[in-house]
Structures are given as C-alpha cells and as structure tokens.
C-alpha cells in the first residue's frame, strides 16, 4: 500500500458536548438577529434553527453537502429577517468553529496508529463534515500535533459530495497521484467508508471499536477493535 485514508469521526476522533455547542449556537445567533429584530424570541429563533436544521439534514440522504451559510439564511428567511453581511459571516463563522471550545476526544491509540502510518506510507483524511468544515477539523488535527503527518484531506463542504460518492475518494487518489489498488481507507461505516473505498477500487479496513453495537460482518478487508492492530493489518493487506 502506498496510501491509506483515515474517517475523522468515530475512527479517529468522538463527539461530545454537541448539547452544549447547540445551545451557544442558538444564543449566538439570538444576539445577532434580535439587533434587526427586537421582537424576536429565543424561541422564535430555535423554532426557526429547527426547520433550518431539516434542510441541513438533507445532505444525509443526498449525500451532497448543504453549506452552513445556506442553513443559516434558511433561518433568517424563516424569520423574515435580514442581516448585514457583517453579521451573517459572524454567525456562519460561529456555528463552524465552536467545535473549538468544545472539542472531540481523541480515540484511544489514533495519534499512535497516524503516526505509524506516516512512517510507512502516505497518509490522507477523508470526512464529511457537518456543522464543522474541513477548516475547522484541520485545527483539531493540528492541536494534537498530527496535522504535519497528512498530506491531502476530502472534506465534503469542499469536495460538495459526501460518501460513498466516488469523488470523495478520487479527490484524493488524484492529488497524490495514486491508484486505488495501492490505496486503503479505515472507517467506521459499513455504507459510507467500506462501501464507497470499495467500489472505486481501494482496500477498506472497517473500525468498529468506537461502536459497542457493530459487528464484524462486513465487506472490508479486514476488521479491527483497536488502532492498535492497525499496522499488523496494514502488513497483511
């Protein structure tokens, strides 16, 4: 293999405090609609966020990203107001970075398993991406100091697709100039990761230790519970 793909969510890193990200996302904007809007409530702006939100929801089901301006205007037009592009840029730019203030948890043995991989071959990140762009998961990356070990990242709000669509992957493959019969992605989704890397071509290796519920039956060519196994994996491939 000269290339292997990392999953952010769930395969390298875990969620939390997403309750508490909604909540200063929900004040944030609050502050800034109510200055065009002095009427508004709080509850006419979460009522608001929660229609929004459905058509966010949607990209889950198209597989192709809805931008966190377009989520926002969606709430501003639900509202009948307008905001000053000041304001609006403020609040996108809030909703995208709070992940920030509230980071993920690195999964156990990531930053060792990234590593490791780096030193044996070229490493890239595959993610869709959420309420959190690719800007925003890099700056995770580089708090744990693990930014400098990739070299190429498919971040779904930059790439417009989100897996299984080939793009996702060929994004990658492209850049670095690399077949996908010498590359492998590691993931945690059997319909996403594992089914997307293999209809291009790739190896797939499926994670299921961040998920206490996940079986073994998959179509990857290997299965692991910890990031641990992943070198003796990779050898074997």
């Known amino acids: ?101 509230y980071p993920p948890v690195l999964i156990d043995s990531a930053a060792e398993a990234v590593r490791e991989s780096a030193s044996r071959m070229t490493v890239g990140l595959i993610s869709d991406t959420g309420y959190s762009p690719g800007r925003t998961l890099v700056r995770v990356l580089e ?27 060929l994004t990658i493959l492209r850049g670095l100039d690399v077949k996908p019969g010498d590359a492998v992605h590691i993931g945690d989704l059997e319909d996403t990761d594992i089914a997307g890397a293999k209809a291009i071509g790739m190896k797939a290796i499926k994670y299921i230790g961040s998920n206490p519920t996940a079986v073994r039956e998959s179509s990857a060519d290997a299965v692991i519970e910890n990031l641990r196994e992943l070198p003796a994996t990779l050898a074997s491939l």
């Open 143 to 169: 708090s744990h100091d693990l930014r400098s070990h990739f070299q190429a990242f498919s971040f779904s709000n930059e790439t417009g697709v989100l897996k299984p669509n080939p793009e996702a992957f």
């Open 1 to 101: 293999m000269k290339l292997i793909t990392f999953d952010f969510w769930n395969t390298l890193f875990l969620d939390r405090d997403e309750g508490v990200r909604h909540k200063r996302r929900i004040v944030f904007a609050y502050d800034r609609i109510q200055r065009q809007r002095p009427t508004v409530s709080m509850q006419d702006v979460e009522e608001a966020f929660a229609r929004a939100h459905e058509l966010f929801s949607t990209q889950w089901d198209v597989r192709q990203a809805v931008s966190m301006r377009k989520h926002f205007t969606a709430m501003t037009e639900s509202l009948g107001v307008q905001l000053p592009e000041e304001d609006t840029a403020a609040v996108v730019d809030f909703f995208e970075t709070i992940l920030l203030e």
